[in-house]
């Protein structure tokens, strides 16, 4: 099916009038008449909005051109399947399980290959064939990739502990101690600061993978750490519940 007949079938399922899906996602009724006659196609921001409204993901949206695969775990990706970020957006580059609401499952690749060759074994693959299969397949995947640009799981570990002797040696004012880091996708922390001349700037790539933690303030009340580190530099900031009113502590390169 195409985009036309997919928006026309999701809207009539629902019973909406083009007006009222016009309505729910903040465009025009002309708009959703001329995605159904297939004279225009949904912008980015529309695709996204009407993926979260239908609950199906873009690549259904858009007729399905690619066979989705997670890039963490290599399971296909049916609707049903595919994680969602915080705000409820799919994020098609993951099922479930290995990602949600911003936060990855596994930063370990043996236990990932240990979860599936206890999981996936039957009576036609043994849990070992299982266990090789991961490992042939797993380095492929966009998100291990991460670990052979620093030179395996190994030394991965020893990256991250590197990170957070780095951030304890800064001695910020009522920080914990950091003994602990996540990978976390870009567009979860990726918040916006108020510089002095009053602009507004974003640090990082919605798209890729840092890591970090979030920490409760010494001092108490209703602010807390973030934490955002890669290969290239040091974040620290403060904000409120849900990111709200963030502030930007220190920026240091590496």
């Given at each position: 099916?195409?985009?036309k007949?997919?928006?026309?079938?999701?809207?009539t399922?629902?019973?909406?009038?083009?007006?009222?899906?016009?309505?729910?996602?903040?465009?025009?009724r002309?708009?959703?008449?001329?995605?159904?006659?297939?004279e225009?196609?949904?912008?980015?921001?529309?695709?996204?909005?009407l993926s979260?409204?239908f609950?199906?993901?873009i690549?259904?949206?858009l007729?399905s051109?690619?066979?989705?695969i997670?890039?963490c775990?290599?399971?296909?990706?049916?609707?049903s399947?595919?994680s969602?970020?915080?705000?409820?957006?799919?994020n098609?580059?993951?099922?479930?399980?290995c990602?949600s609401?911003?936060?990855?499952?596994?930063?370990?690749?043996?236990?990932?290959?240990n979860f599936?060759?206890?999981h996936?074994?039957?009576?036609?693959?043994?849990?070992?064939?299982?266990?090789?299969?991961?490992?042939?397949?797993?380095?492929?995947l966009?998100?291990?990739?991460?670990?052979a640009?620093i030179?395996?799981e190994?030394?991965?570990?020893?990256f991250?502990?590197?990170?957070?002797?780095?951030?304890?040696?800064?001695?910020?004012?009522?920080?914990?101690?950091?003994?602990?880091?996540n990978?976390?996708?870009?567009s979860?922390?990726n918040l916006?600061y108020?510089?002095?001349?009053?602009?507004?700037?974003?640090?990082?790539?919605?798209?890729a993978?840092?890591?970090?933690?979030?920490?409760?303030?010494?001092?108490g009340?209703?602010?807390?750490?973030g934490?955002v580190a890669n290969?290239?530099f040091?974040?620290?900031?403060t904000?409120?519940?849900?990111?709200?009113?963030?502030?930007l502590?220190?920026?240091?390169?590496?």
């Amino acid at each position: 099916m195409s985009t036309k007949d997919i928006i026309l079938e999701l809207r009539t399922k629902r019973g909406l009038s083009q007006d009222e899906l016009a309505e729910k996602i903040y465009v025009t009724r002309q708009a959703v008449s001329r995605w159904e006659n297939g004279e225009t196609v949904p912008n980015t921001e529309s695709l996204k909005l009407l993926s979260k409204f239908f609950d199906v993901s873009i690549n259904t949206l858009l007729g399905s051109p690619q066979q989705l695969i997670c890039q963490c775990c290599g399971m296909p990706l049916k609707d049903s399947d595919i994680s969602k970020e915080k705000d409820g957006i799919f994020n098609e580059e993951y099922c479930k399980w290995c990602y949600s609401e911003g936060e990855y499952t596994y930063d370990n690749m043996d236990d990932l290959i240990n979860f599936c060759a206890e999981h996936m074994a039957n009576e036609k693959f043994s849990s070992e064939q299982v266990r090789e299969y991961m490992k042939e397949m797993l380095p492929k995947l966009n998100y291990w990739k991460k670990y052979a640009e620093i030179g395996g799981e190994e030394q991965f570990d020893a990256f991250k502990n590197q990170l957070m002797d780095e951030l304890n040696a800064l001695q910020i004012e009522g920080m914990p101690k950091v003994e602990s880091l996540n990978a976390l996708i870009g567009s979860y922390v990726n918040l916006e600061y108020k510089l002095p001349n009053g602009k507004t700037v974003k640090f990082l790539d919605d798209h890729a993978t840092y890591l970090g933690c979030q920490l409760e303030c010494e001092f108490g009340g209703e602010r807390c750490f973030g934490i955002v580190a890669n290969m290239d530099f040091l974040l620290v900031c403060t904000y409120e519940e849900n990111g709200e009113n963030p502030e930007l502590v220190l920026y240091k390169k590496r």
